[in-house]
Every structure is written in C-alpha cells, then in structure tokens.
C-alpha cells in the first residue's frame, strides 16, 4: 500500500498548525493590512483543515482498500465500503461526528462552507453555529471575537489530530 494519503494528511495538519501560527501573528501585529492577514488566514485555516479531514477520508479509504479517487465527502466513502462490502469503525465514527450538529466536526465544515457564501449583512448565532462561521460570513465584521475564533481553530486542530490519532489506530488491526 503507498500510503500516500496518510502523508497527505499528514501534511495538511502541518500547514494548518503553520497558518494558525500566521493567524496568531497576524492578530499581533500592528500592520495596516492586520484585518486583510487575520481574515485571509482564517480562510487559510478553514481550508487546510477541510482538506486534512478529505485526505483523512481518502486515508482510511486507501487502508481497506476502497477506490479512493471518486471520493470527495464521507457520502461517498460509505458508497465505496458498500461497493466492496466492508464495513468500518472508522465511517461509523465518521458518519456519527460529522452528523451531530453541536460536534466539532459538523461546526469545521458549515464553517468551511461559510467561505464560499458571500453576504452582507450579519447572520443571527444559532445552537448549530460556530464562532469561526458566523466571522466568516460577515463581510465587514469587527473582529472583536478574532481570539475566541483563534481559540476555536486551535481546539479543531487538536480535535482533528486526535481523530485521526484514533483512527489509525484502529485500522493498524487491519
């Protein structure tokens, strides 16, 4: 097996922990551009993130060996165990995760979601929401909440290492 999707999470977790090093920098700065970088880099986070939890799937994919290539969100990971026949820890951890609304999982990705909508005017806090969703759906937001988004990237990014931690060690039995 290459493998070559462990090394691509891998890698997505370190250039989210590098971005969420520029974010904490960014907001220490004294910078005219400081609102663009912390904006630009929470994005940035969100994005590696995102991609860390699709290389993850394509990982645990590659693991049982389940076509990885078609396989975009957890949807389509559990369409290619069904296809093989298999079923996996793994995806029913998954499918439990990214379902419960107040998880943080589900609250990553509405929030990744949130960077491809463009609106502009202030969207009220629901149970579901995040922090981290509700600043990037502001255009013109205050950033008078940028340590508590900060605060909730970092406990993602723990979140995530520690999902994936578990999750390969499970399939290590494999």
């Keep these: 097996m290459s493998e070559v999707y462990l090394a691509r999470t891998n890698q997505k977790l370190n250039f989210a922990r590098l971005h969420l090093d520029a ?28 991609s860390t939890y699709s290389a993850l799937l394509r990982e645990v994919a590659e693991r049982y060996s389940v076509e990885t290539e078609s396989i975009v969100g ?16 793994e995806l029913n951890q998954l499918q439990e995760l990214e379902s419960r609304q107040d998880s943080w999982l589900h609250k990553l990705l509405r929030a990744y979601a949130a960077c491809w ?6 969207q009220n806090s629901t149970v579901s929401s995040s922090l981290s969703e509700i ?23 723990d979140s995530m290492r520690k999902l994936v931690d578990r999750l390969r060690e499970g399939m290590q039995e494999w």
């Design 74 to 89: 957890l949807p389509d990971l559990a369409l290619g165990f069904e296809k093989a026949g298999f079923e996996s820890p």
């Design 135 to 157: 600043h990037v759906m502001q255009v013109n937001p205050d950033h008078a909440e940028d340590q508590d988004v900060y605060s909730e990237y970092q406990a993602w990014l």
């Design 117 to 122: 909508v463009a609106v502009d005017r202030q």
């Design 23 to 50: 974010l904490k920098n960014a907001q220490n700065s004294s910078a005219w551009s400081k609102h663009a970088l912390i904006e630009s880099y929470q994005e940035s986070v969100l994005f590696h993130l995102a």
